[in-house]
């Protein structure tokens, strides 16, 4: 079972409520669904491959709970379709983590000689950016009907604040950078309208998970479940804290 080195106390004003968390399956997404759960949280995770999300239940201590929803996140209708059954199933969306994600490698060009293919361009801005932005406006809806302050996470990337040297990382720094420039756009919106709901961007240098596994051959790793400590750290503050941006890293890692 995965541990975890937060005082779970201060979690206790969570006990009980829903997060949605997506890209649930693999990886961080997986590793932050049993953080939740297991700090009382009725957590629903998001993912194509939902039977993995069941799979994850073995890792639960009992406090809370774990359940999949089947949702491509790229698709507009299936995001609406998973937070209309979040509300019918158990009442709303309290905290919501954007995690889903994709790396395609290769250059957006035809100039070099791996190039994408359309179709990878089109997953890479509707994962990273568009899903954000529309689970993140489905989640504020929620919290609105309902008049509670809650908290959405975004997992960007260190590529959401520098460009990797590689020309392989294409459109993947530029949908995390714009996911950074949401992050700050929102809190701007929320705090004209007086709003205590909180949003944090959490930045992850290299993670030893599917999509890295290359690089984790070379360079240092953080632990899915450190970033998932991270996640509960920022949701864990007190009411009248918000962390905006929280960058972790590998210790001694370089940029890449
Ligand atoms: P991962 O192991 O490849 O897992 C990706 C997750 O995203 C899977 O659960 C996958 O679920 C989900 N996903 C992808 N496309 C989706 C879609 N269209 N609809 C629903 N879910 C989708 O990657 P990871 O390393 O955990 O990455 C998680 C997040 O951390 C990403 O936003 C990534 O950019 C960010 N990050 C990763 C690193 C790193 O070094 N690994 C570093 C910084 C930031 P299904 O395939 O089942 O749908």
């Given at each position: 079972m995965q541990t975890t080195y937060i005082n779970l106390q201060i979690m206790d004003r969570w006990t009980g409520k829903t997060a949605v968390v997506t890209g649930a399956s693999a990886g961080i997404g997986a590793a932050i669904c049993v953080?939740?759960?297991n700090a009382g949280?009725?957590?629903?995770?998001?993912?194509?491959?939902?039977?993995?999300?069941?799979?994850?239940?073995?890792?639960?201590?009992?406090?809370?709970?774990?359940?999949s929803k089947q949702c491509d996140v790229s698709k507009l209708e299936d995001i609406t379709a998973a937070f209309q059954w979040?509300?019918?199933?158990?009442?709303?969306?309290?905290?919501?983590?954007?995690?889903?994600?994709?790396f395609h490698q290769g250059q957006f060009t035809d100039l070099?000689?791996?190039m994408m293919s359309d179709e990878e361009i089109i997953s890479t801005i509707d994962t990273n950016l568009k899903a954000v932005v529309f689970c993140t406006r489905r989640a504020l809806a929620s919290m609105k009907k309902r008049n509670f302050d809650?908290?959405?996470?975004?997992?960007?990337?260190?590529?959401?604040?520098y460009i990797p040297f590689s020309s392989l990382f294409n459109l993947y720094p530029s949908t995390k950078h714009a996911s950074c420039a949401f992050t700050a756009s929102l809190l701007n919106?929320?705090?004209?309208?007086?709003?205590?709901?909180?949003?944090?961007?959490?930045?992850?240098?290299?993670?030893d998970t599917a999509m890295a596994e290359e690089a984790a051959k070379y360079f240092p790793t953080l632990r899915a479940s450190d970033v998932a400590?991270?996640?509960?750290?920022?949701?864990?503050?007190?009411?009248n804290v918000n962390i905006n941006e929280l960058s972790i890293s590998p210790v001694s890692e370089k940029r890449l």
């Open positions: 953080a939740l759960a949280m009725t957590v629903v995770g998001l993912a194509r491959r939902a039977p993995l999300v069941d799979n994850l239940k073995s890792q639960l201590n009992g406090k809370g709970s774990l359940h979040v509300e019918d199933t158990f009442g709303g969306t309290d905290v919501l983590v954007n995690n889903a994600g994709v070099g000689d791996k809650g908290h959405i996470v975004n997992i960007n990337s260190i590529a959401g604040h919106e929320l705090a004209d309208f007086k709003n205590k709901i909180k949003v944090t961007s959490i930045a992850p240098g290299l993670v400590d991270a996640v509960l750290y920022v949701v864990s503050t007190p009411p």
